[in-house]
């Protein structure tokens, strides 16, 4: 075979090699470009918050500085005596655990009922429990106060200012989106596996912790994560249905401003703290939640 041949057969065989869904260089470096971009913008803020939380607060309420010129970790020790931190954190844990569990709880039974079952008011519960995502939060402030304060007048629980209180306002707005979630990962469970229990032996509660909960655990975790972030970094209620001595973190830091100064380098040490349950939470089970929000998109 002669020279020639191979070279006219070389291009050829390089471009059948060549994938056809191969990008154009510049595209490939504009991309890299682009998220690299978007790594720093969203990493900036973090060591803003990482750096001042090692500051000195003299050099935290002067000229911003990117490098600083002393490091301390007198902030971190001080956010403990500043305001009582412990006990702030002990109710978020309290109050974000109980409504998570009393959440999760609850979506379970109530998402196996809508995904295995056709009973009549189905469609119009699922909507009504969905329709409730389209309000604003504020709008359930008022009425919520006055049913504690009324319902507390009325029996004598103190439920105003407790972290009963707390929890069941956590409740409605964890619940409709658990239960979505939840029906959505129930429903891509092949009902075979209900039939084949159900000829065990099993009731239908008995397929439903035997069968459909231990093969919707990446969903369920998903709900519990969703549920604990929103309960743990939630404000608005907290301001409003708490005491002093029911206080959360999130109205907590507040407490690192006073008429006269703000402890910069404490607030930023403070929300670093109070991140890492939710960082820590997310970084382990970030693979399930992955999966318990995508299980019932694709079929």
């Avoid at 510049?26 to 060591?47: D, E, G, M, N």
């Avoid at 103190?158 to 979505?180: D, E, K, N, V």
């Avoid at 005491?243 to 006073?258: K, M, P």
Wanted: hydrophobic fraction near 55%.
């Amino acid at each position: 075979m002669s020279d020639t041949a191979t070279a006219h057969r070389a291009p050829g065989a390089a471009a059948r090699r060549r994938s056809p869904t191969a990008l154009p260089r510049s595209f490939v470096w504009t991309r890299r470009i682009v998220l690299t971009l978007l790594a720093v913008f969203t990493a900036t803020p973090l060591y803003v918050m990482v750096s001042s939380s090692l500051k000195p607060l003299e050099e935290v309420s002067g000229a911003f500085r990117w490098i600083p010129s002393e490091l301390t970790l007198e902030p971190y020790r001080d956010i403990w005596r500043t305001v009582p931190l412990a006990r702030y954190f002990l109710n978020s844990l309290i109050v974000s655990a109980a409504a998570t569990a009393c959440s999760v709880v609850v979506a379970v039974f109530a998402a196996y009922a809508v995904s295995r079952y056709r009973f009549r008011g189905r469609q119009v519960f699922t909507v009504t429990v969905l329709s409730t995502q389209m309000f604003p939060g504020i709008l359930f402030l008022l009425p919520l106060f006055l049913l504690f304060v009324n319902v507390g007048n009325a029996t004598g629980l103190a439920l105003y200012g407790s972290r009963g209180a707390l929890i069941l306002t956590y409740m409605t707005f964890t619940l409709p989106l658990s239960i979505w979630m939840l029906a959505g990962y129930f429903a891509s469970i092949p009902r075979d596996l209900d039939e084949a229990a159900l000829v065990d032996g099993c009731g239908p509660l008995g397929a439903l912790f035997r069968v459909l909960i231990p093969a919707a655990v990446p969903g369920i975790i998903a709900v519990t994560v969703y549920s604990f972030m929103t309960a743990w970094g939630e404000v608005l209620f907290a301001s409003v249905m708490t005491n002093d001595a029911t206080r959360t973190l999130s109205i907590g830091l507040q407490g690192y401003a006073t008429q006269t100064e703000v402890y910069w380098n404490q607030v930023m040490a403070a929300s670093l703290v109070v991140s890492v349950p939710v960082v820590a939470g997310f970084l382990l089970l970030q693979r399930y939640l992955v999966a318990g929000l995508t299980a019932g998109a694709v079929k």
